[in-house]
C-alpha cells in the first residue's frame, strides 16, 4: 500500500503541473487567435443578411434560393450519397496538383535562386506562360492529355506553379550571406547548410507561398472540370446551372469553400507547428508571468 501510494504521489503533481501547462497554452493560443472565435458570429450575420435579402427581395429560389433552402439541398445530397463521389473526384485532382505543382515549383525555384544564369534563361519562359489565361491553356490540356484526371491535375499544377516558384527564390534569397559564410568556416557540408540554415530560414516564406497555392490549386481543379469532366464539383456546377437548380450550385459552391478553408487550416496549423522555435522568448527577454 505504502508503495502505491509512493508511486501515485509524484506522478499526480507532475499530471497536474502538466495539465495546467497545456490549459495555459490554450488560453495562450486563443488570445493569439481572437479572430477565429468571430467566425461563428460571422456566419451568423452573413445567413441572416442572406436571408434578409430573400426576404426584401421576394426572388424566386433559381435566382436567389434561402439558406434554408439550400441547407435541405445539402442534407438530400449528402443522403442520397453522390456529394461525396464527386468531392472525392475533385480532392484527387486538388492533391495531385499540389503534389505536382509544389515539387516542381520548389526544385525549379531553388535552383533557379542558387543560379543567376539560369535564372536569366529560364526566368522569360516562365513569365511569358503566366500571360496566358489557364482558362484559355485548359482547352489545350484537356486536347493533348485527353479528358481524364490527369488533364485536371495538369491544370492545377500550372494555377499553383508560378507563386509557389516567386515564394520559394525570394525565401532561398532571404538567408542572411553572412550565416552562409559562417557555416562554410565552420566546414559544413552543402546538405548540412541545406537543411540546417536555408530550409529553417526560408520556411515562413515558403509557408507563405504555400497558404496561396492551396486555395489556387481548388480553382485550378475546378476550372479543368468546367472545360471537360463528367464527374467532380465543377461538372456538378455545370450540371446545376443547365437544369436551373441554383441550390445544388449553392450547395456545390459552399462545398468548394469548405476544401479549400480546410487546406488552408491545415497549412496554417502546419505553419504554428514547424514555426514553434520563432515563438520561443529568448534570454535578454524573458517570458512574463
Not at 475533385?90 to 543560379?115: C, F, H, P, Q
Not at 455545370?238 to 436551373?244: C, D, H, M, S, W
Request: contains cysteine.
Amino acid at each position: 500500500m505504502d508503495r502505491m501510494q509512493r508511486g501515485k504521489g509524484p506522478g499526480f503533481p507532475g499530471w497536474l503541473a502538466s495539465s495546467a501547462l497545456h490549459a495555459r497554452h490554450i488560453v495562450d493560443w486563443l488570445r493569439r487567435r481572437r479572430e477565429y472565435l468571430l467566425l461563428p458570429v460571422a456566419v451568423v450575420a452573413f445567413l441572416a443578411i442572406w436571408q434578409g435579402i430573400v426576404w426584401l427581395g421576394h426572388y424566386p429560389a433559381f435566382m436567389l434560393p434561402s439558406p434554408g433552402r439550400v441547407y435541405g439541398r445539402w442534407t438530400t445530397v449528402l443522403a442520397e450519397g453522390w456529394l461525396w463521389w464527386h468531392v472525392r473526384v475533385t480532392m484527387t485532382e486538388v492533391l495531385g496538383g499540389l503534389v505536382l505543382g509544389l515539387t516542381t515549383a520548389v526544385v525549379l525555384g531553388y535552383v533557379m535562386a542558387k543560379s543567376p544564369a539560369l535564372e536569366r534563361l529560364i526566368s522569360p519562359y516562365v513569365v511569358a506562360s503566366q500571360s496566358v489565361p489557364i482558362v484559355a491553356l485548359a482547352p489545350l490540356l484537356v486536347i493533348w492529355f485527353g479528358p481524364g484526371q490527369f488533364s485536371k491535375i495538369l491544370v492545377c499544377a500550372l494555377t499553383i506553379f508560378f507563386p509557389m516558384l516567386v515564394n520559394t527564390m525570394v525565401g532561398v534569397r532571404s538567408v542572411d550571406a553572412g550565416l552562409i559564410d559562417l557555416m562554410r568556416s565552420l566546414q559544413a557540408t552543402r546538405w548540412q547548410t541545406f537543411a540546417k540554415l536555408e530550409v529553417p530560414s526560408a520556411l515562413p516564406v515558403l509557408l507563405g507561398g504555400l497558404k496561396v497555392s492551396v486555395t489556387l490549386s481548388v480553382i485550378g481543379a475546378v476550372v479543368g472540370e468546367f472545360v471537360a469532366a463528367d464527374r467532380g464539383l465543377g461538372f456538378l456546377i455545370n450540371v446545376a446551372r443547365g437544369n436551373f437548380d441554383t441550390p445544388l450550385m449553392f450547395v456545390a459552391l459552399f462545398t468548394l469553400v469548405v476544401i479549400a478553408m480546410a487546406l488552408y487550416l491545415m497549412v496554417v496549423l502546419l505553419e504554428s507547428l514547424a514555426l514553434r522555435w520563432r515563438a520561443v522568448p529568448s534570454a535578454a527577454q524573458p517570458e512574463r508571468i
